[in-house]
């Protein structure tokens, strides 16, 4: 599975963990901020760029509280990012929500709490059914 990650400034060193921990444990990891980016709307648009065109499976984006970055994806067509603070949370956006991404928030989260909710993150796939009416629904608003 190959694994896209981007950061501003503000979350770059939790990224630069997460992608050796990744690394670590055999994932495809796609950097999209060998530097950070100015801004998180760079990284997290980027970021959901690269996964709604099929580069990368999945996303983790980081920056100081994760809301930036995931309201800035969430305004790209197609995308679903959810701001992550906890491991149940990231298991059940995937599975019920189809998160293609996740953000998370450096000035929140701690490193090794961020190994374990993009453990559970990556753990999971999205399950369809039901939830895909929500899916649906969101894809007609634009």
Known sequence: MKI???????????????????????YDVLDLTAAPAVD????S???AQTVLAKKADRGVMFDEYGVGSAMASNKVHGMVTANVTEENTAHMTT????????AIGAG???PK????IVKAYLSVNYAG???????????KMY
């Open 113 to 116: 709490l961020a190994e374990n």
């Open 4 to 26: 896209a990650l981007a950061a501003d400034k503000a979350g770059f060193e939790l990224k630069e963990h997460i992608k050796k921990f990744l690394t670590d444990k055999g």
């Open 95 to 102: 599975q019920h929500n189809g998160a293609k991404a996740i």
């Open 45 to 47: 648009v980027k970021l």
């Open 129 to 139: 059914g039901r939830h895909q009416i929500r899916l649906d629904m969101l894809e």
């Open 108 to 110: 929140i989260v701690g």
């Open 40 to 43: 998180f709307v760079d990284s």
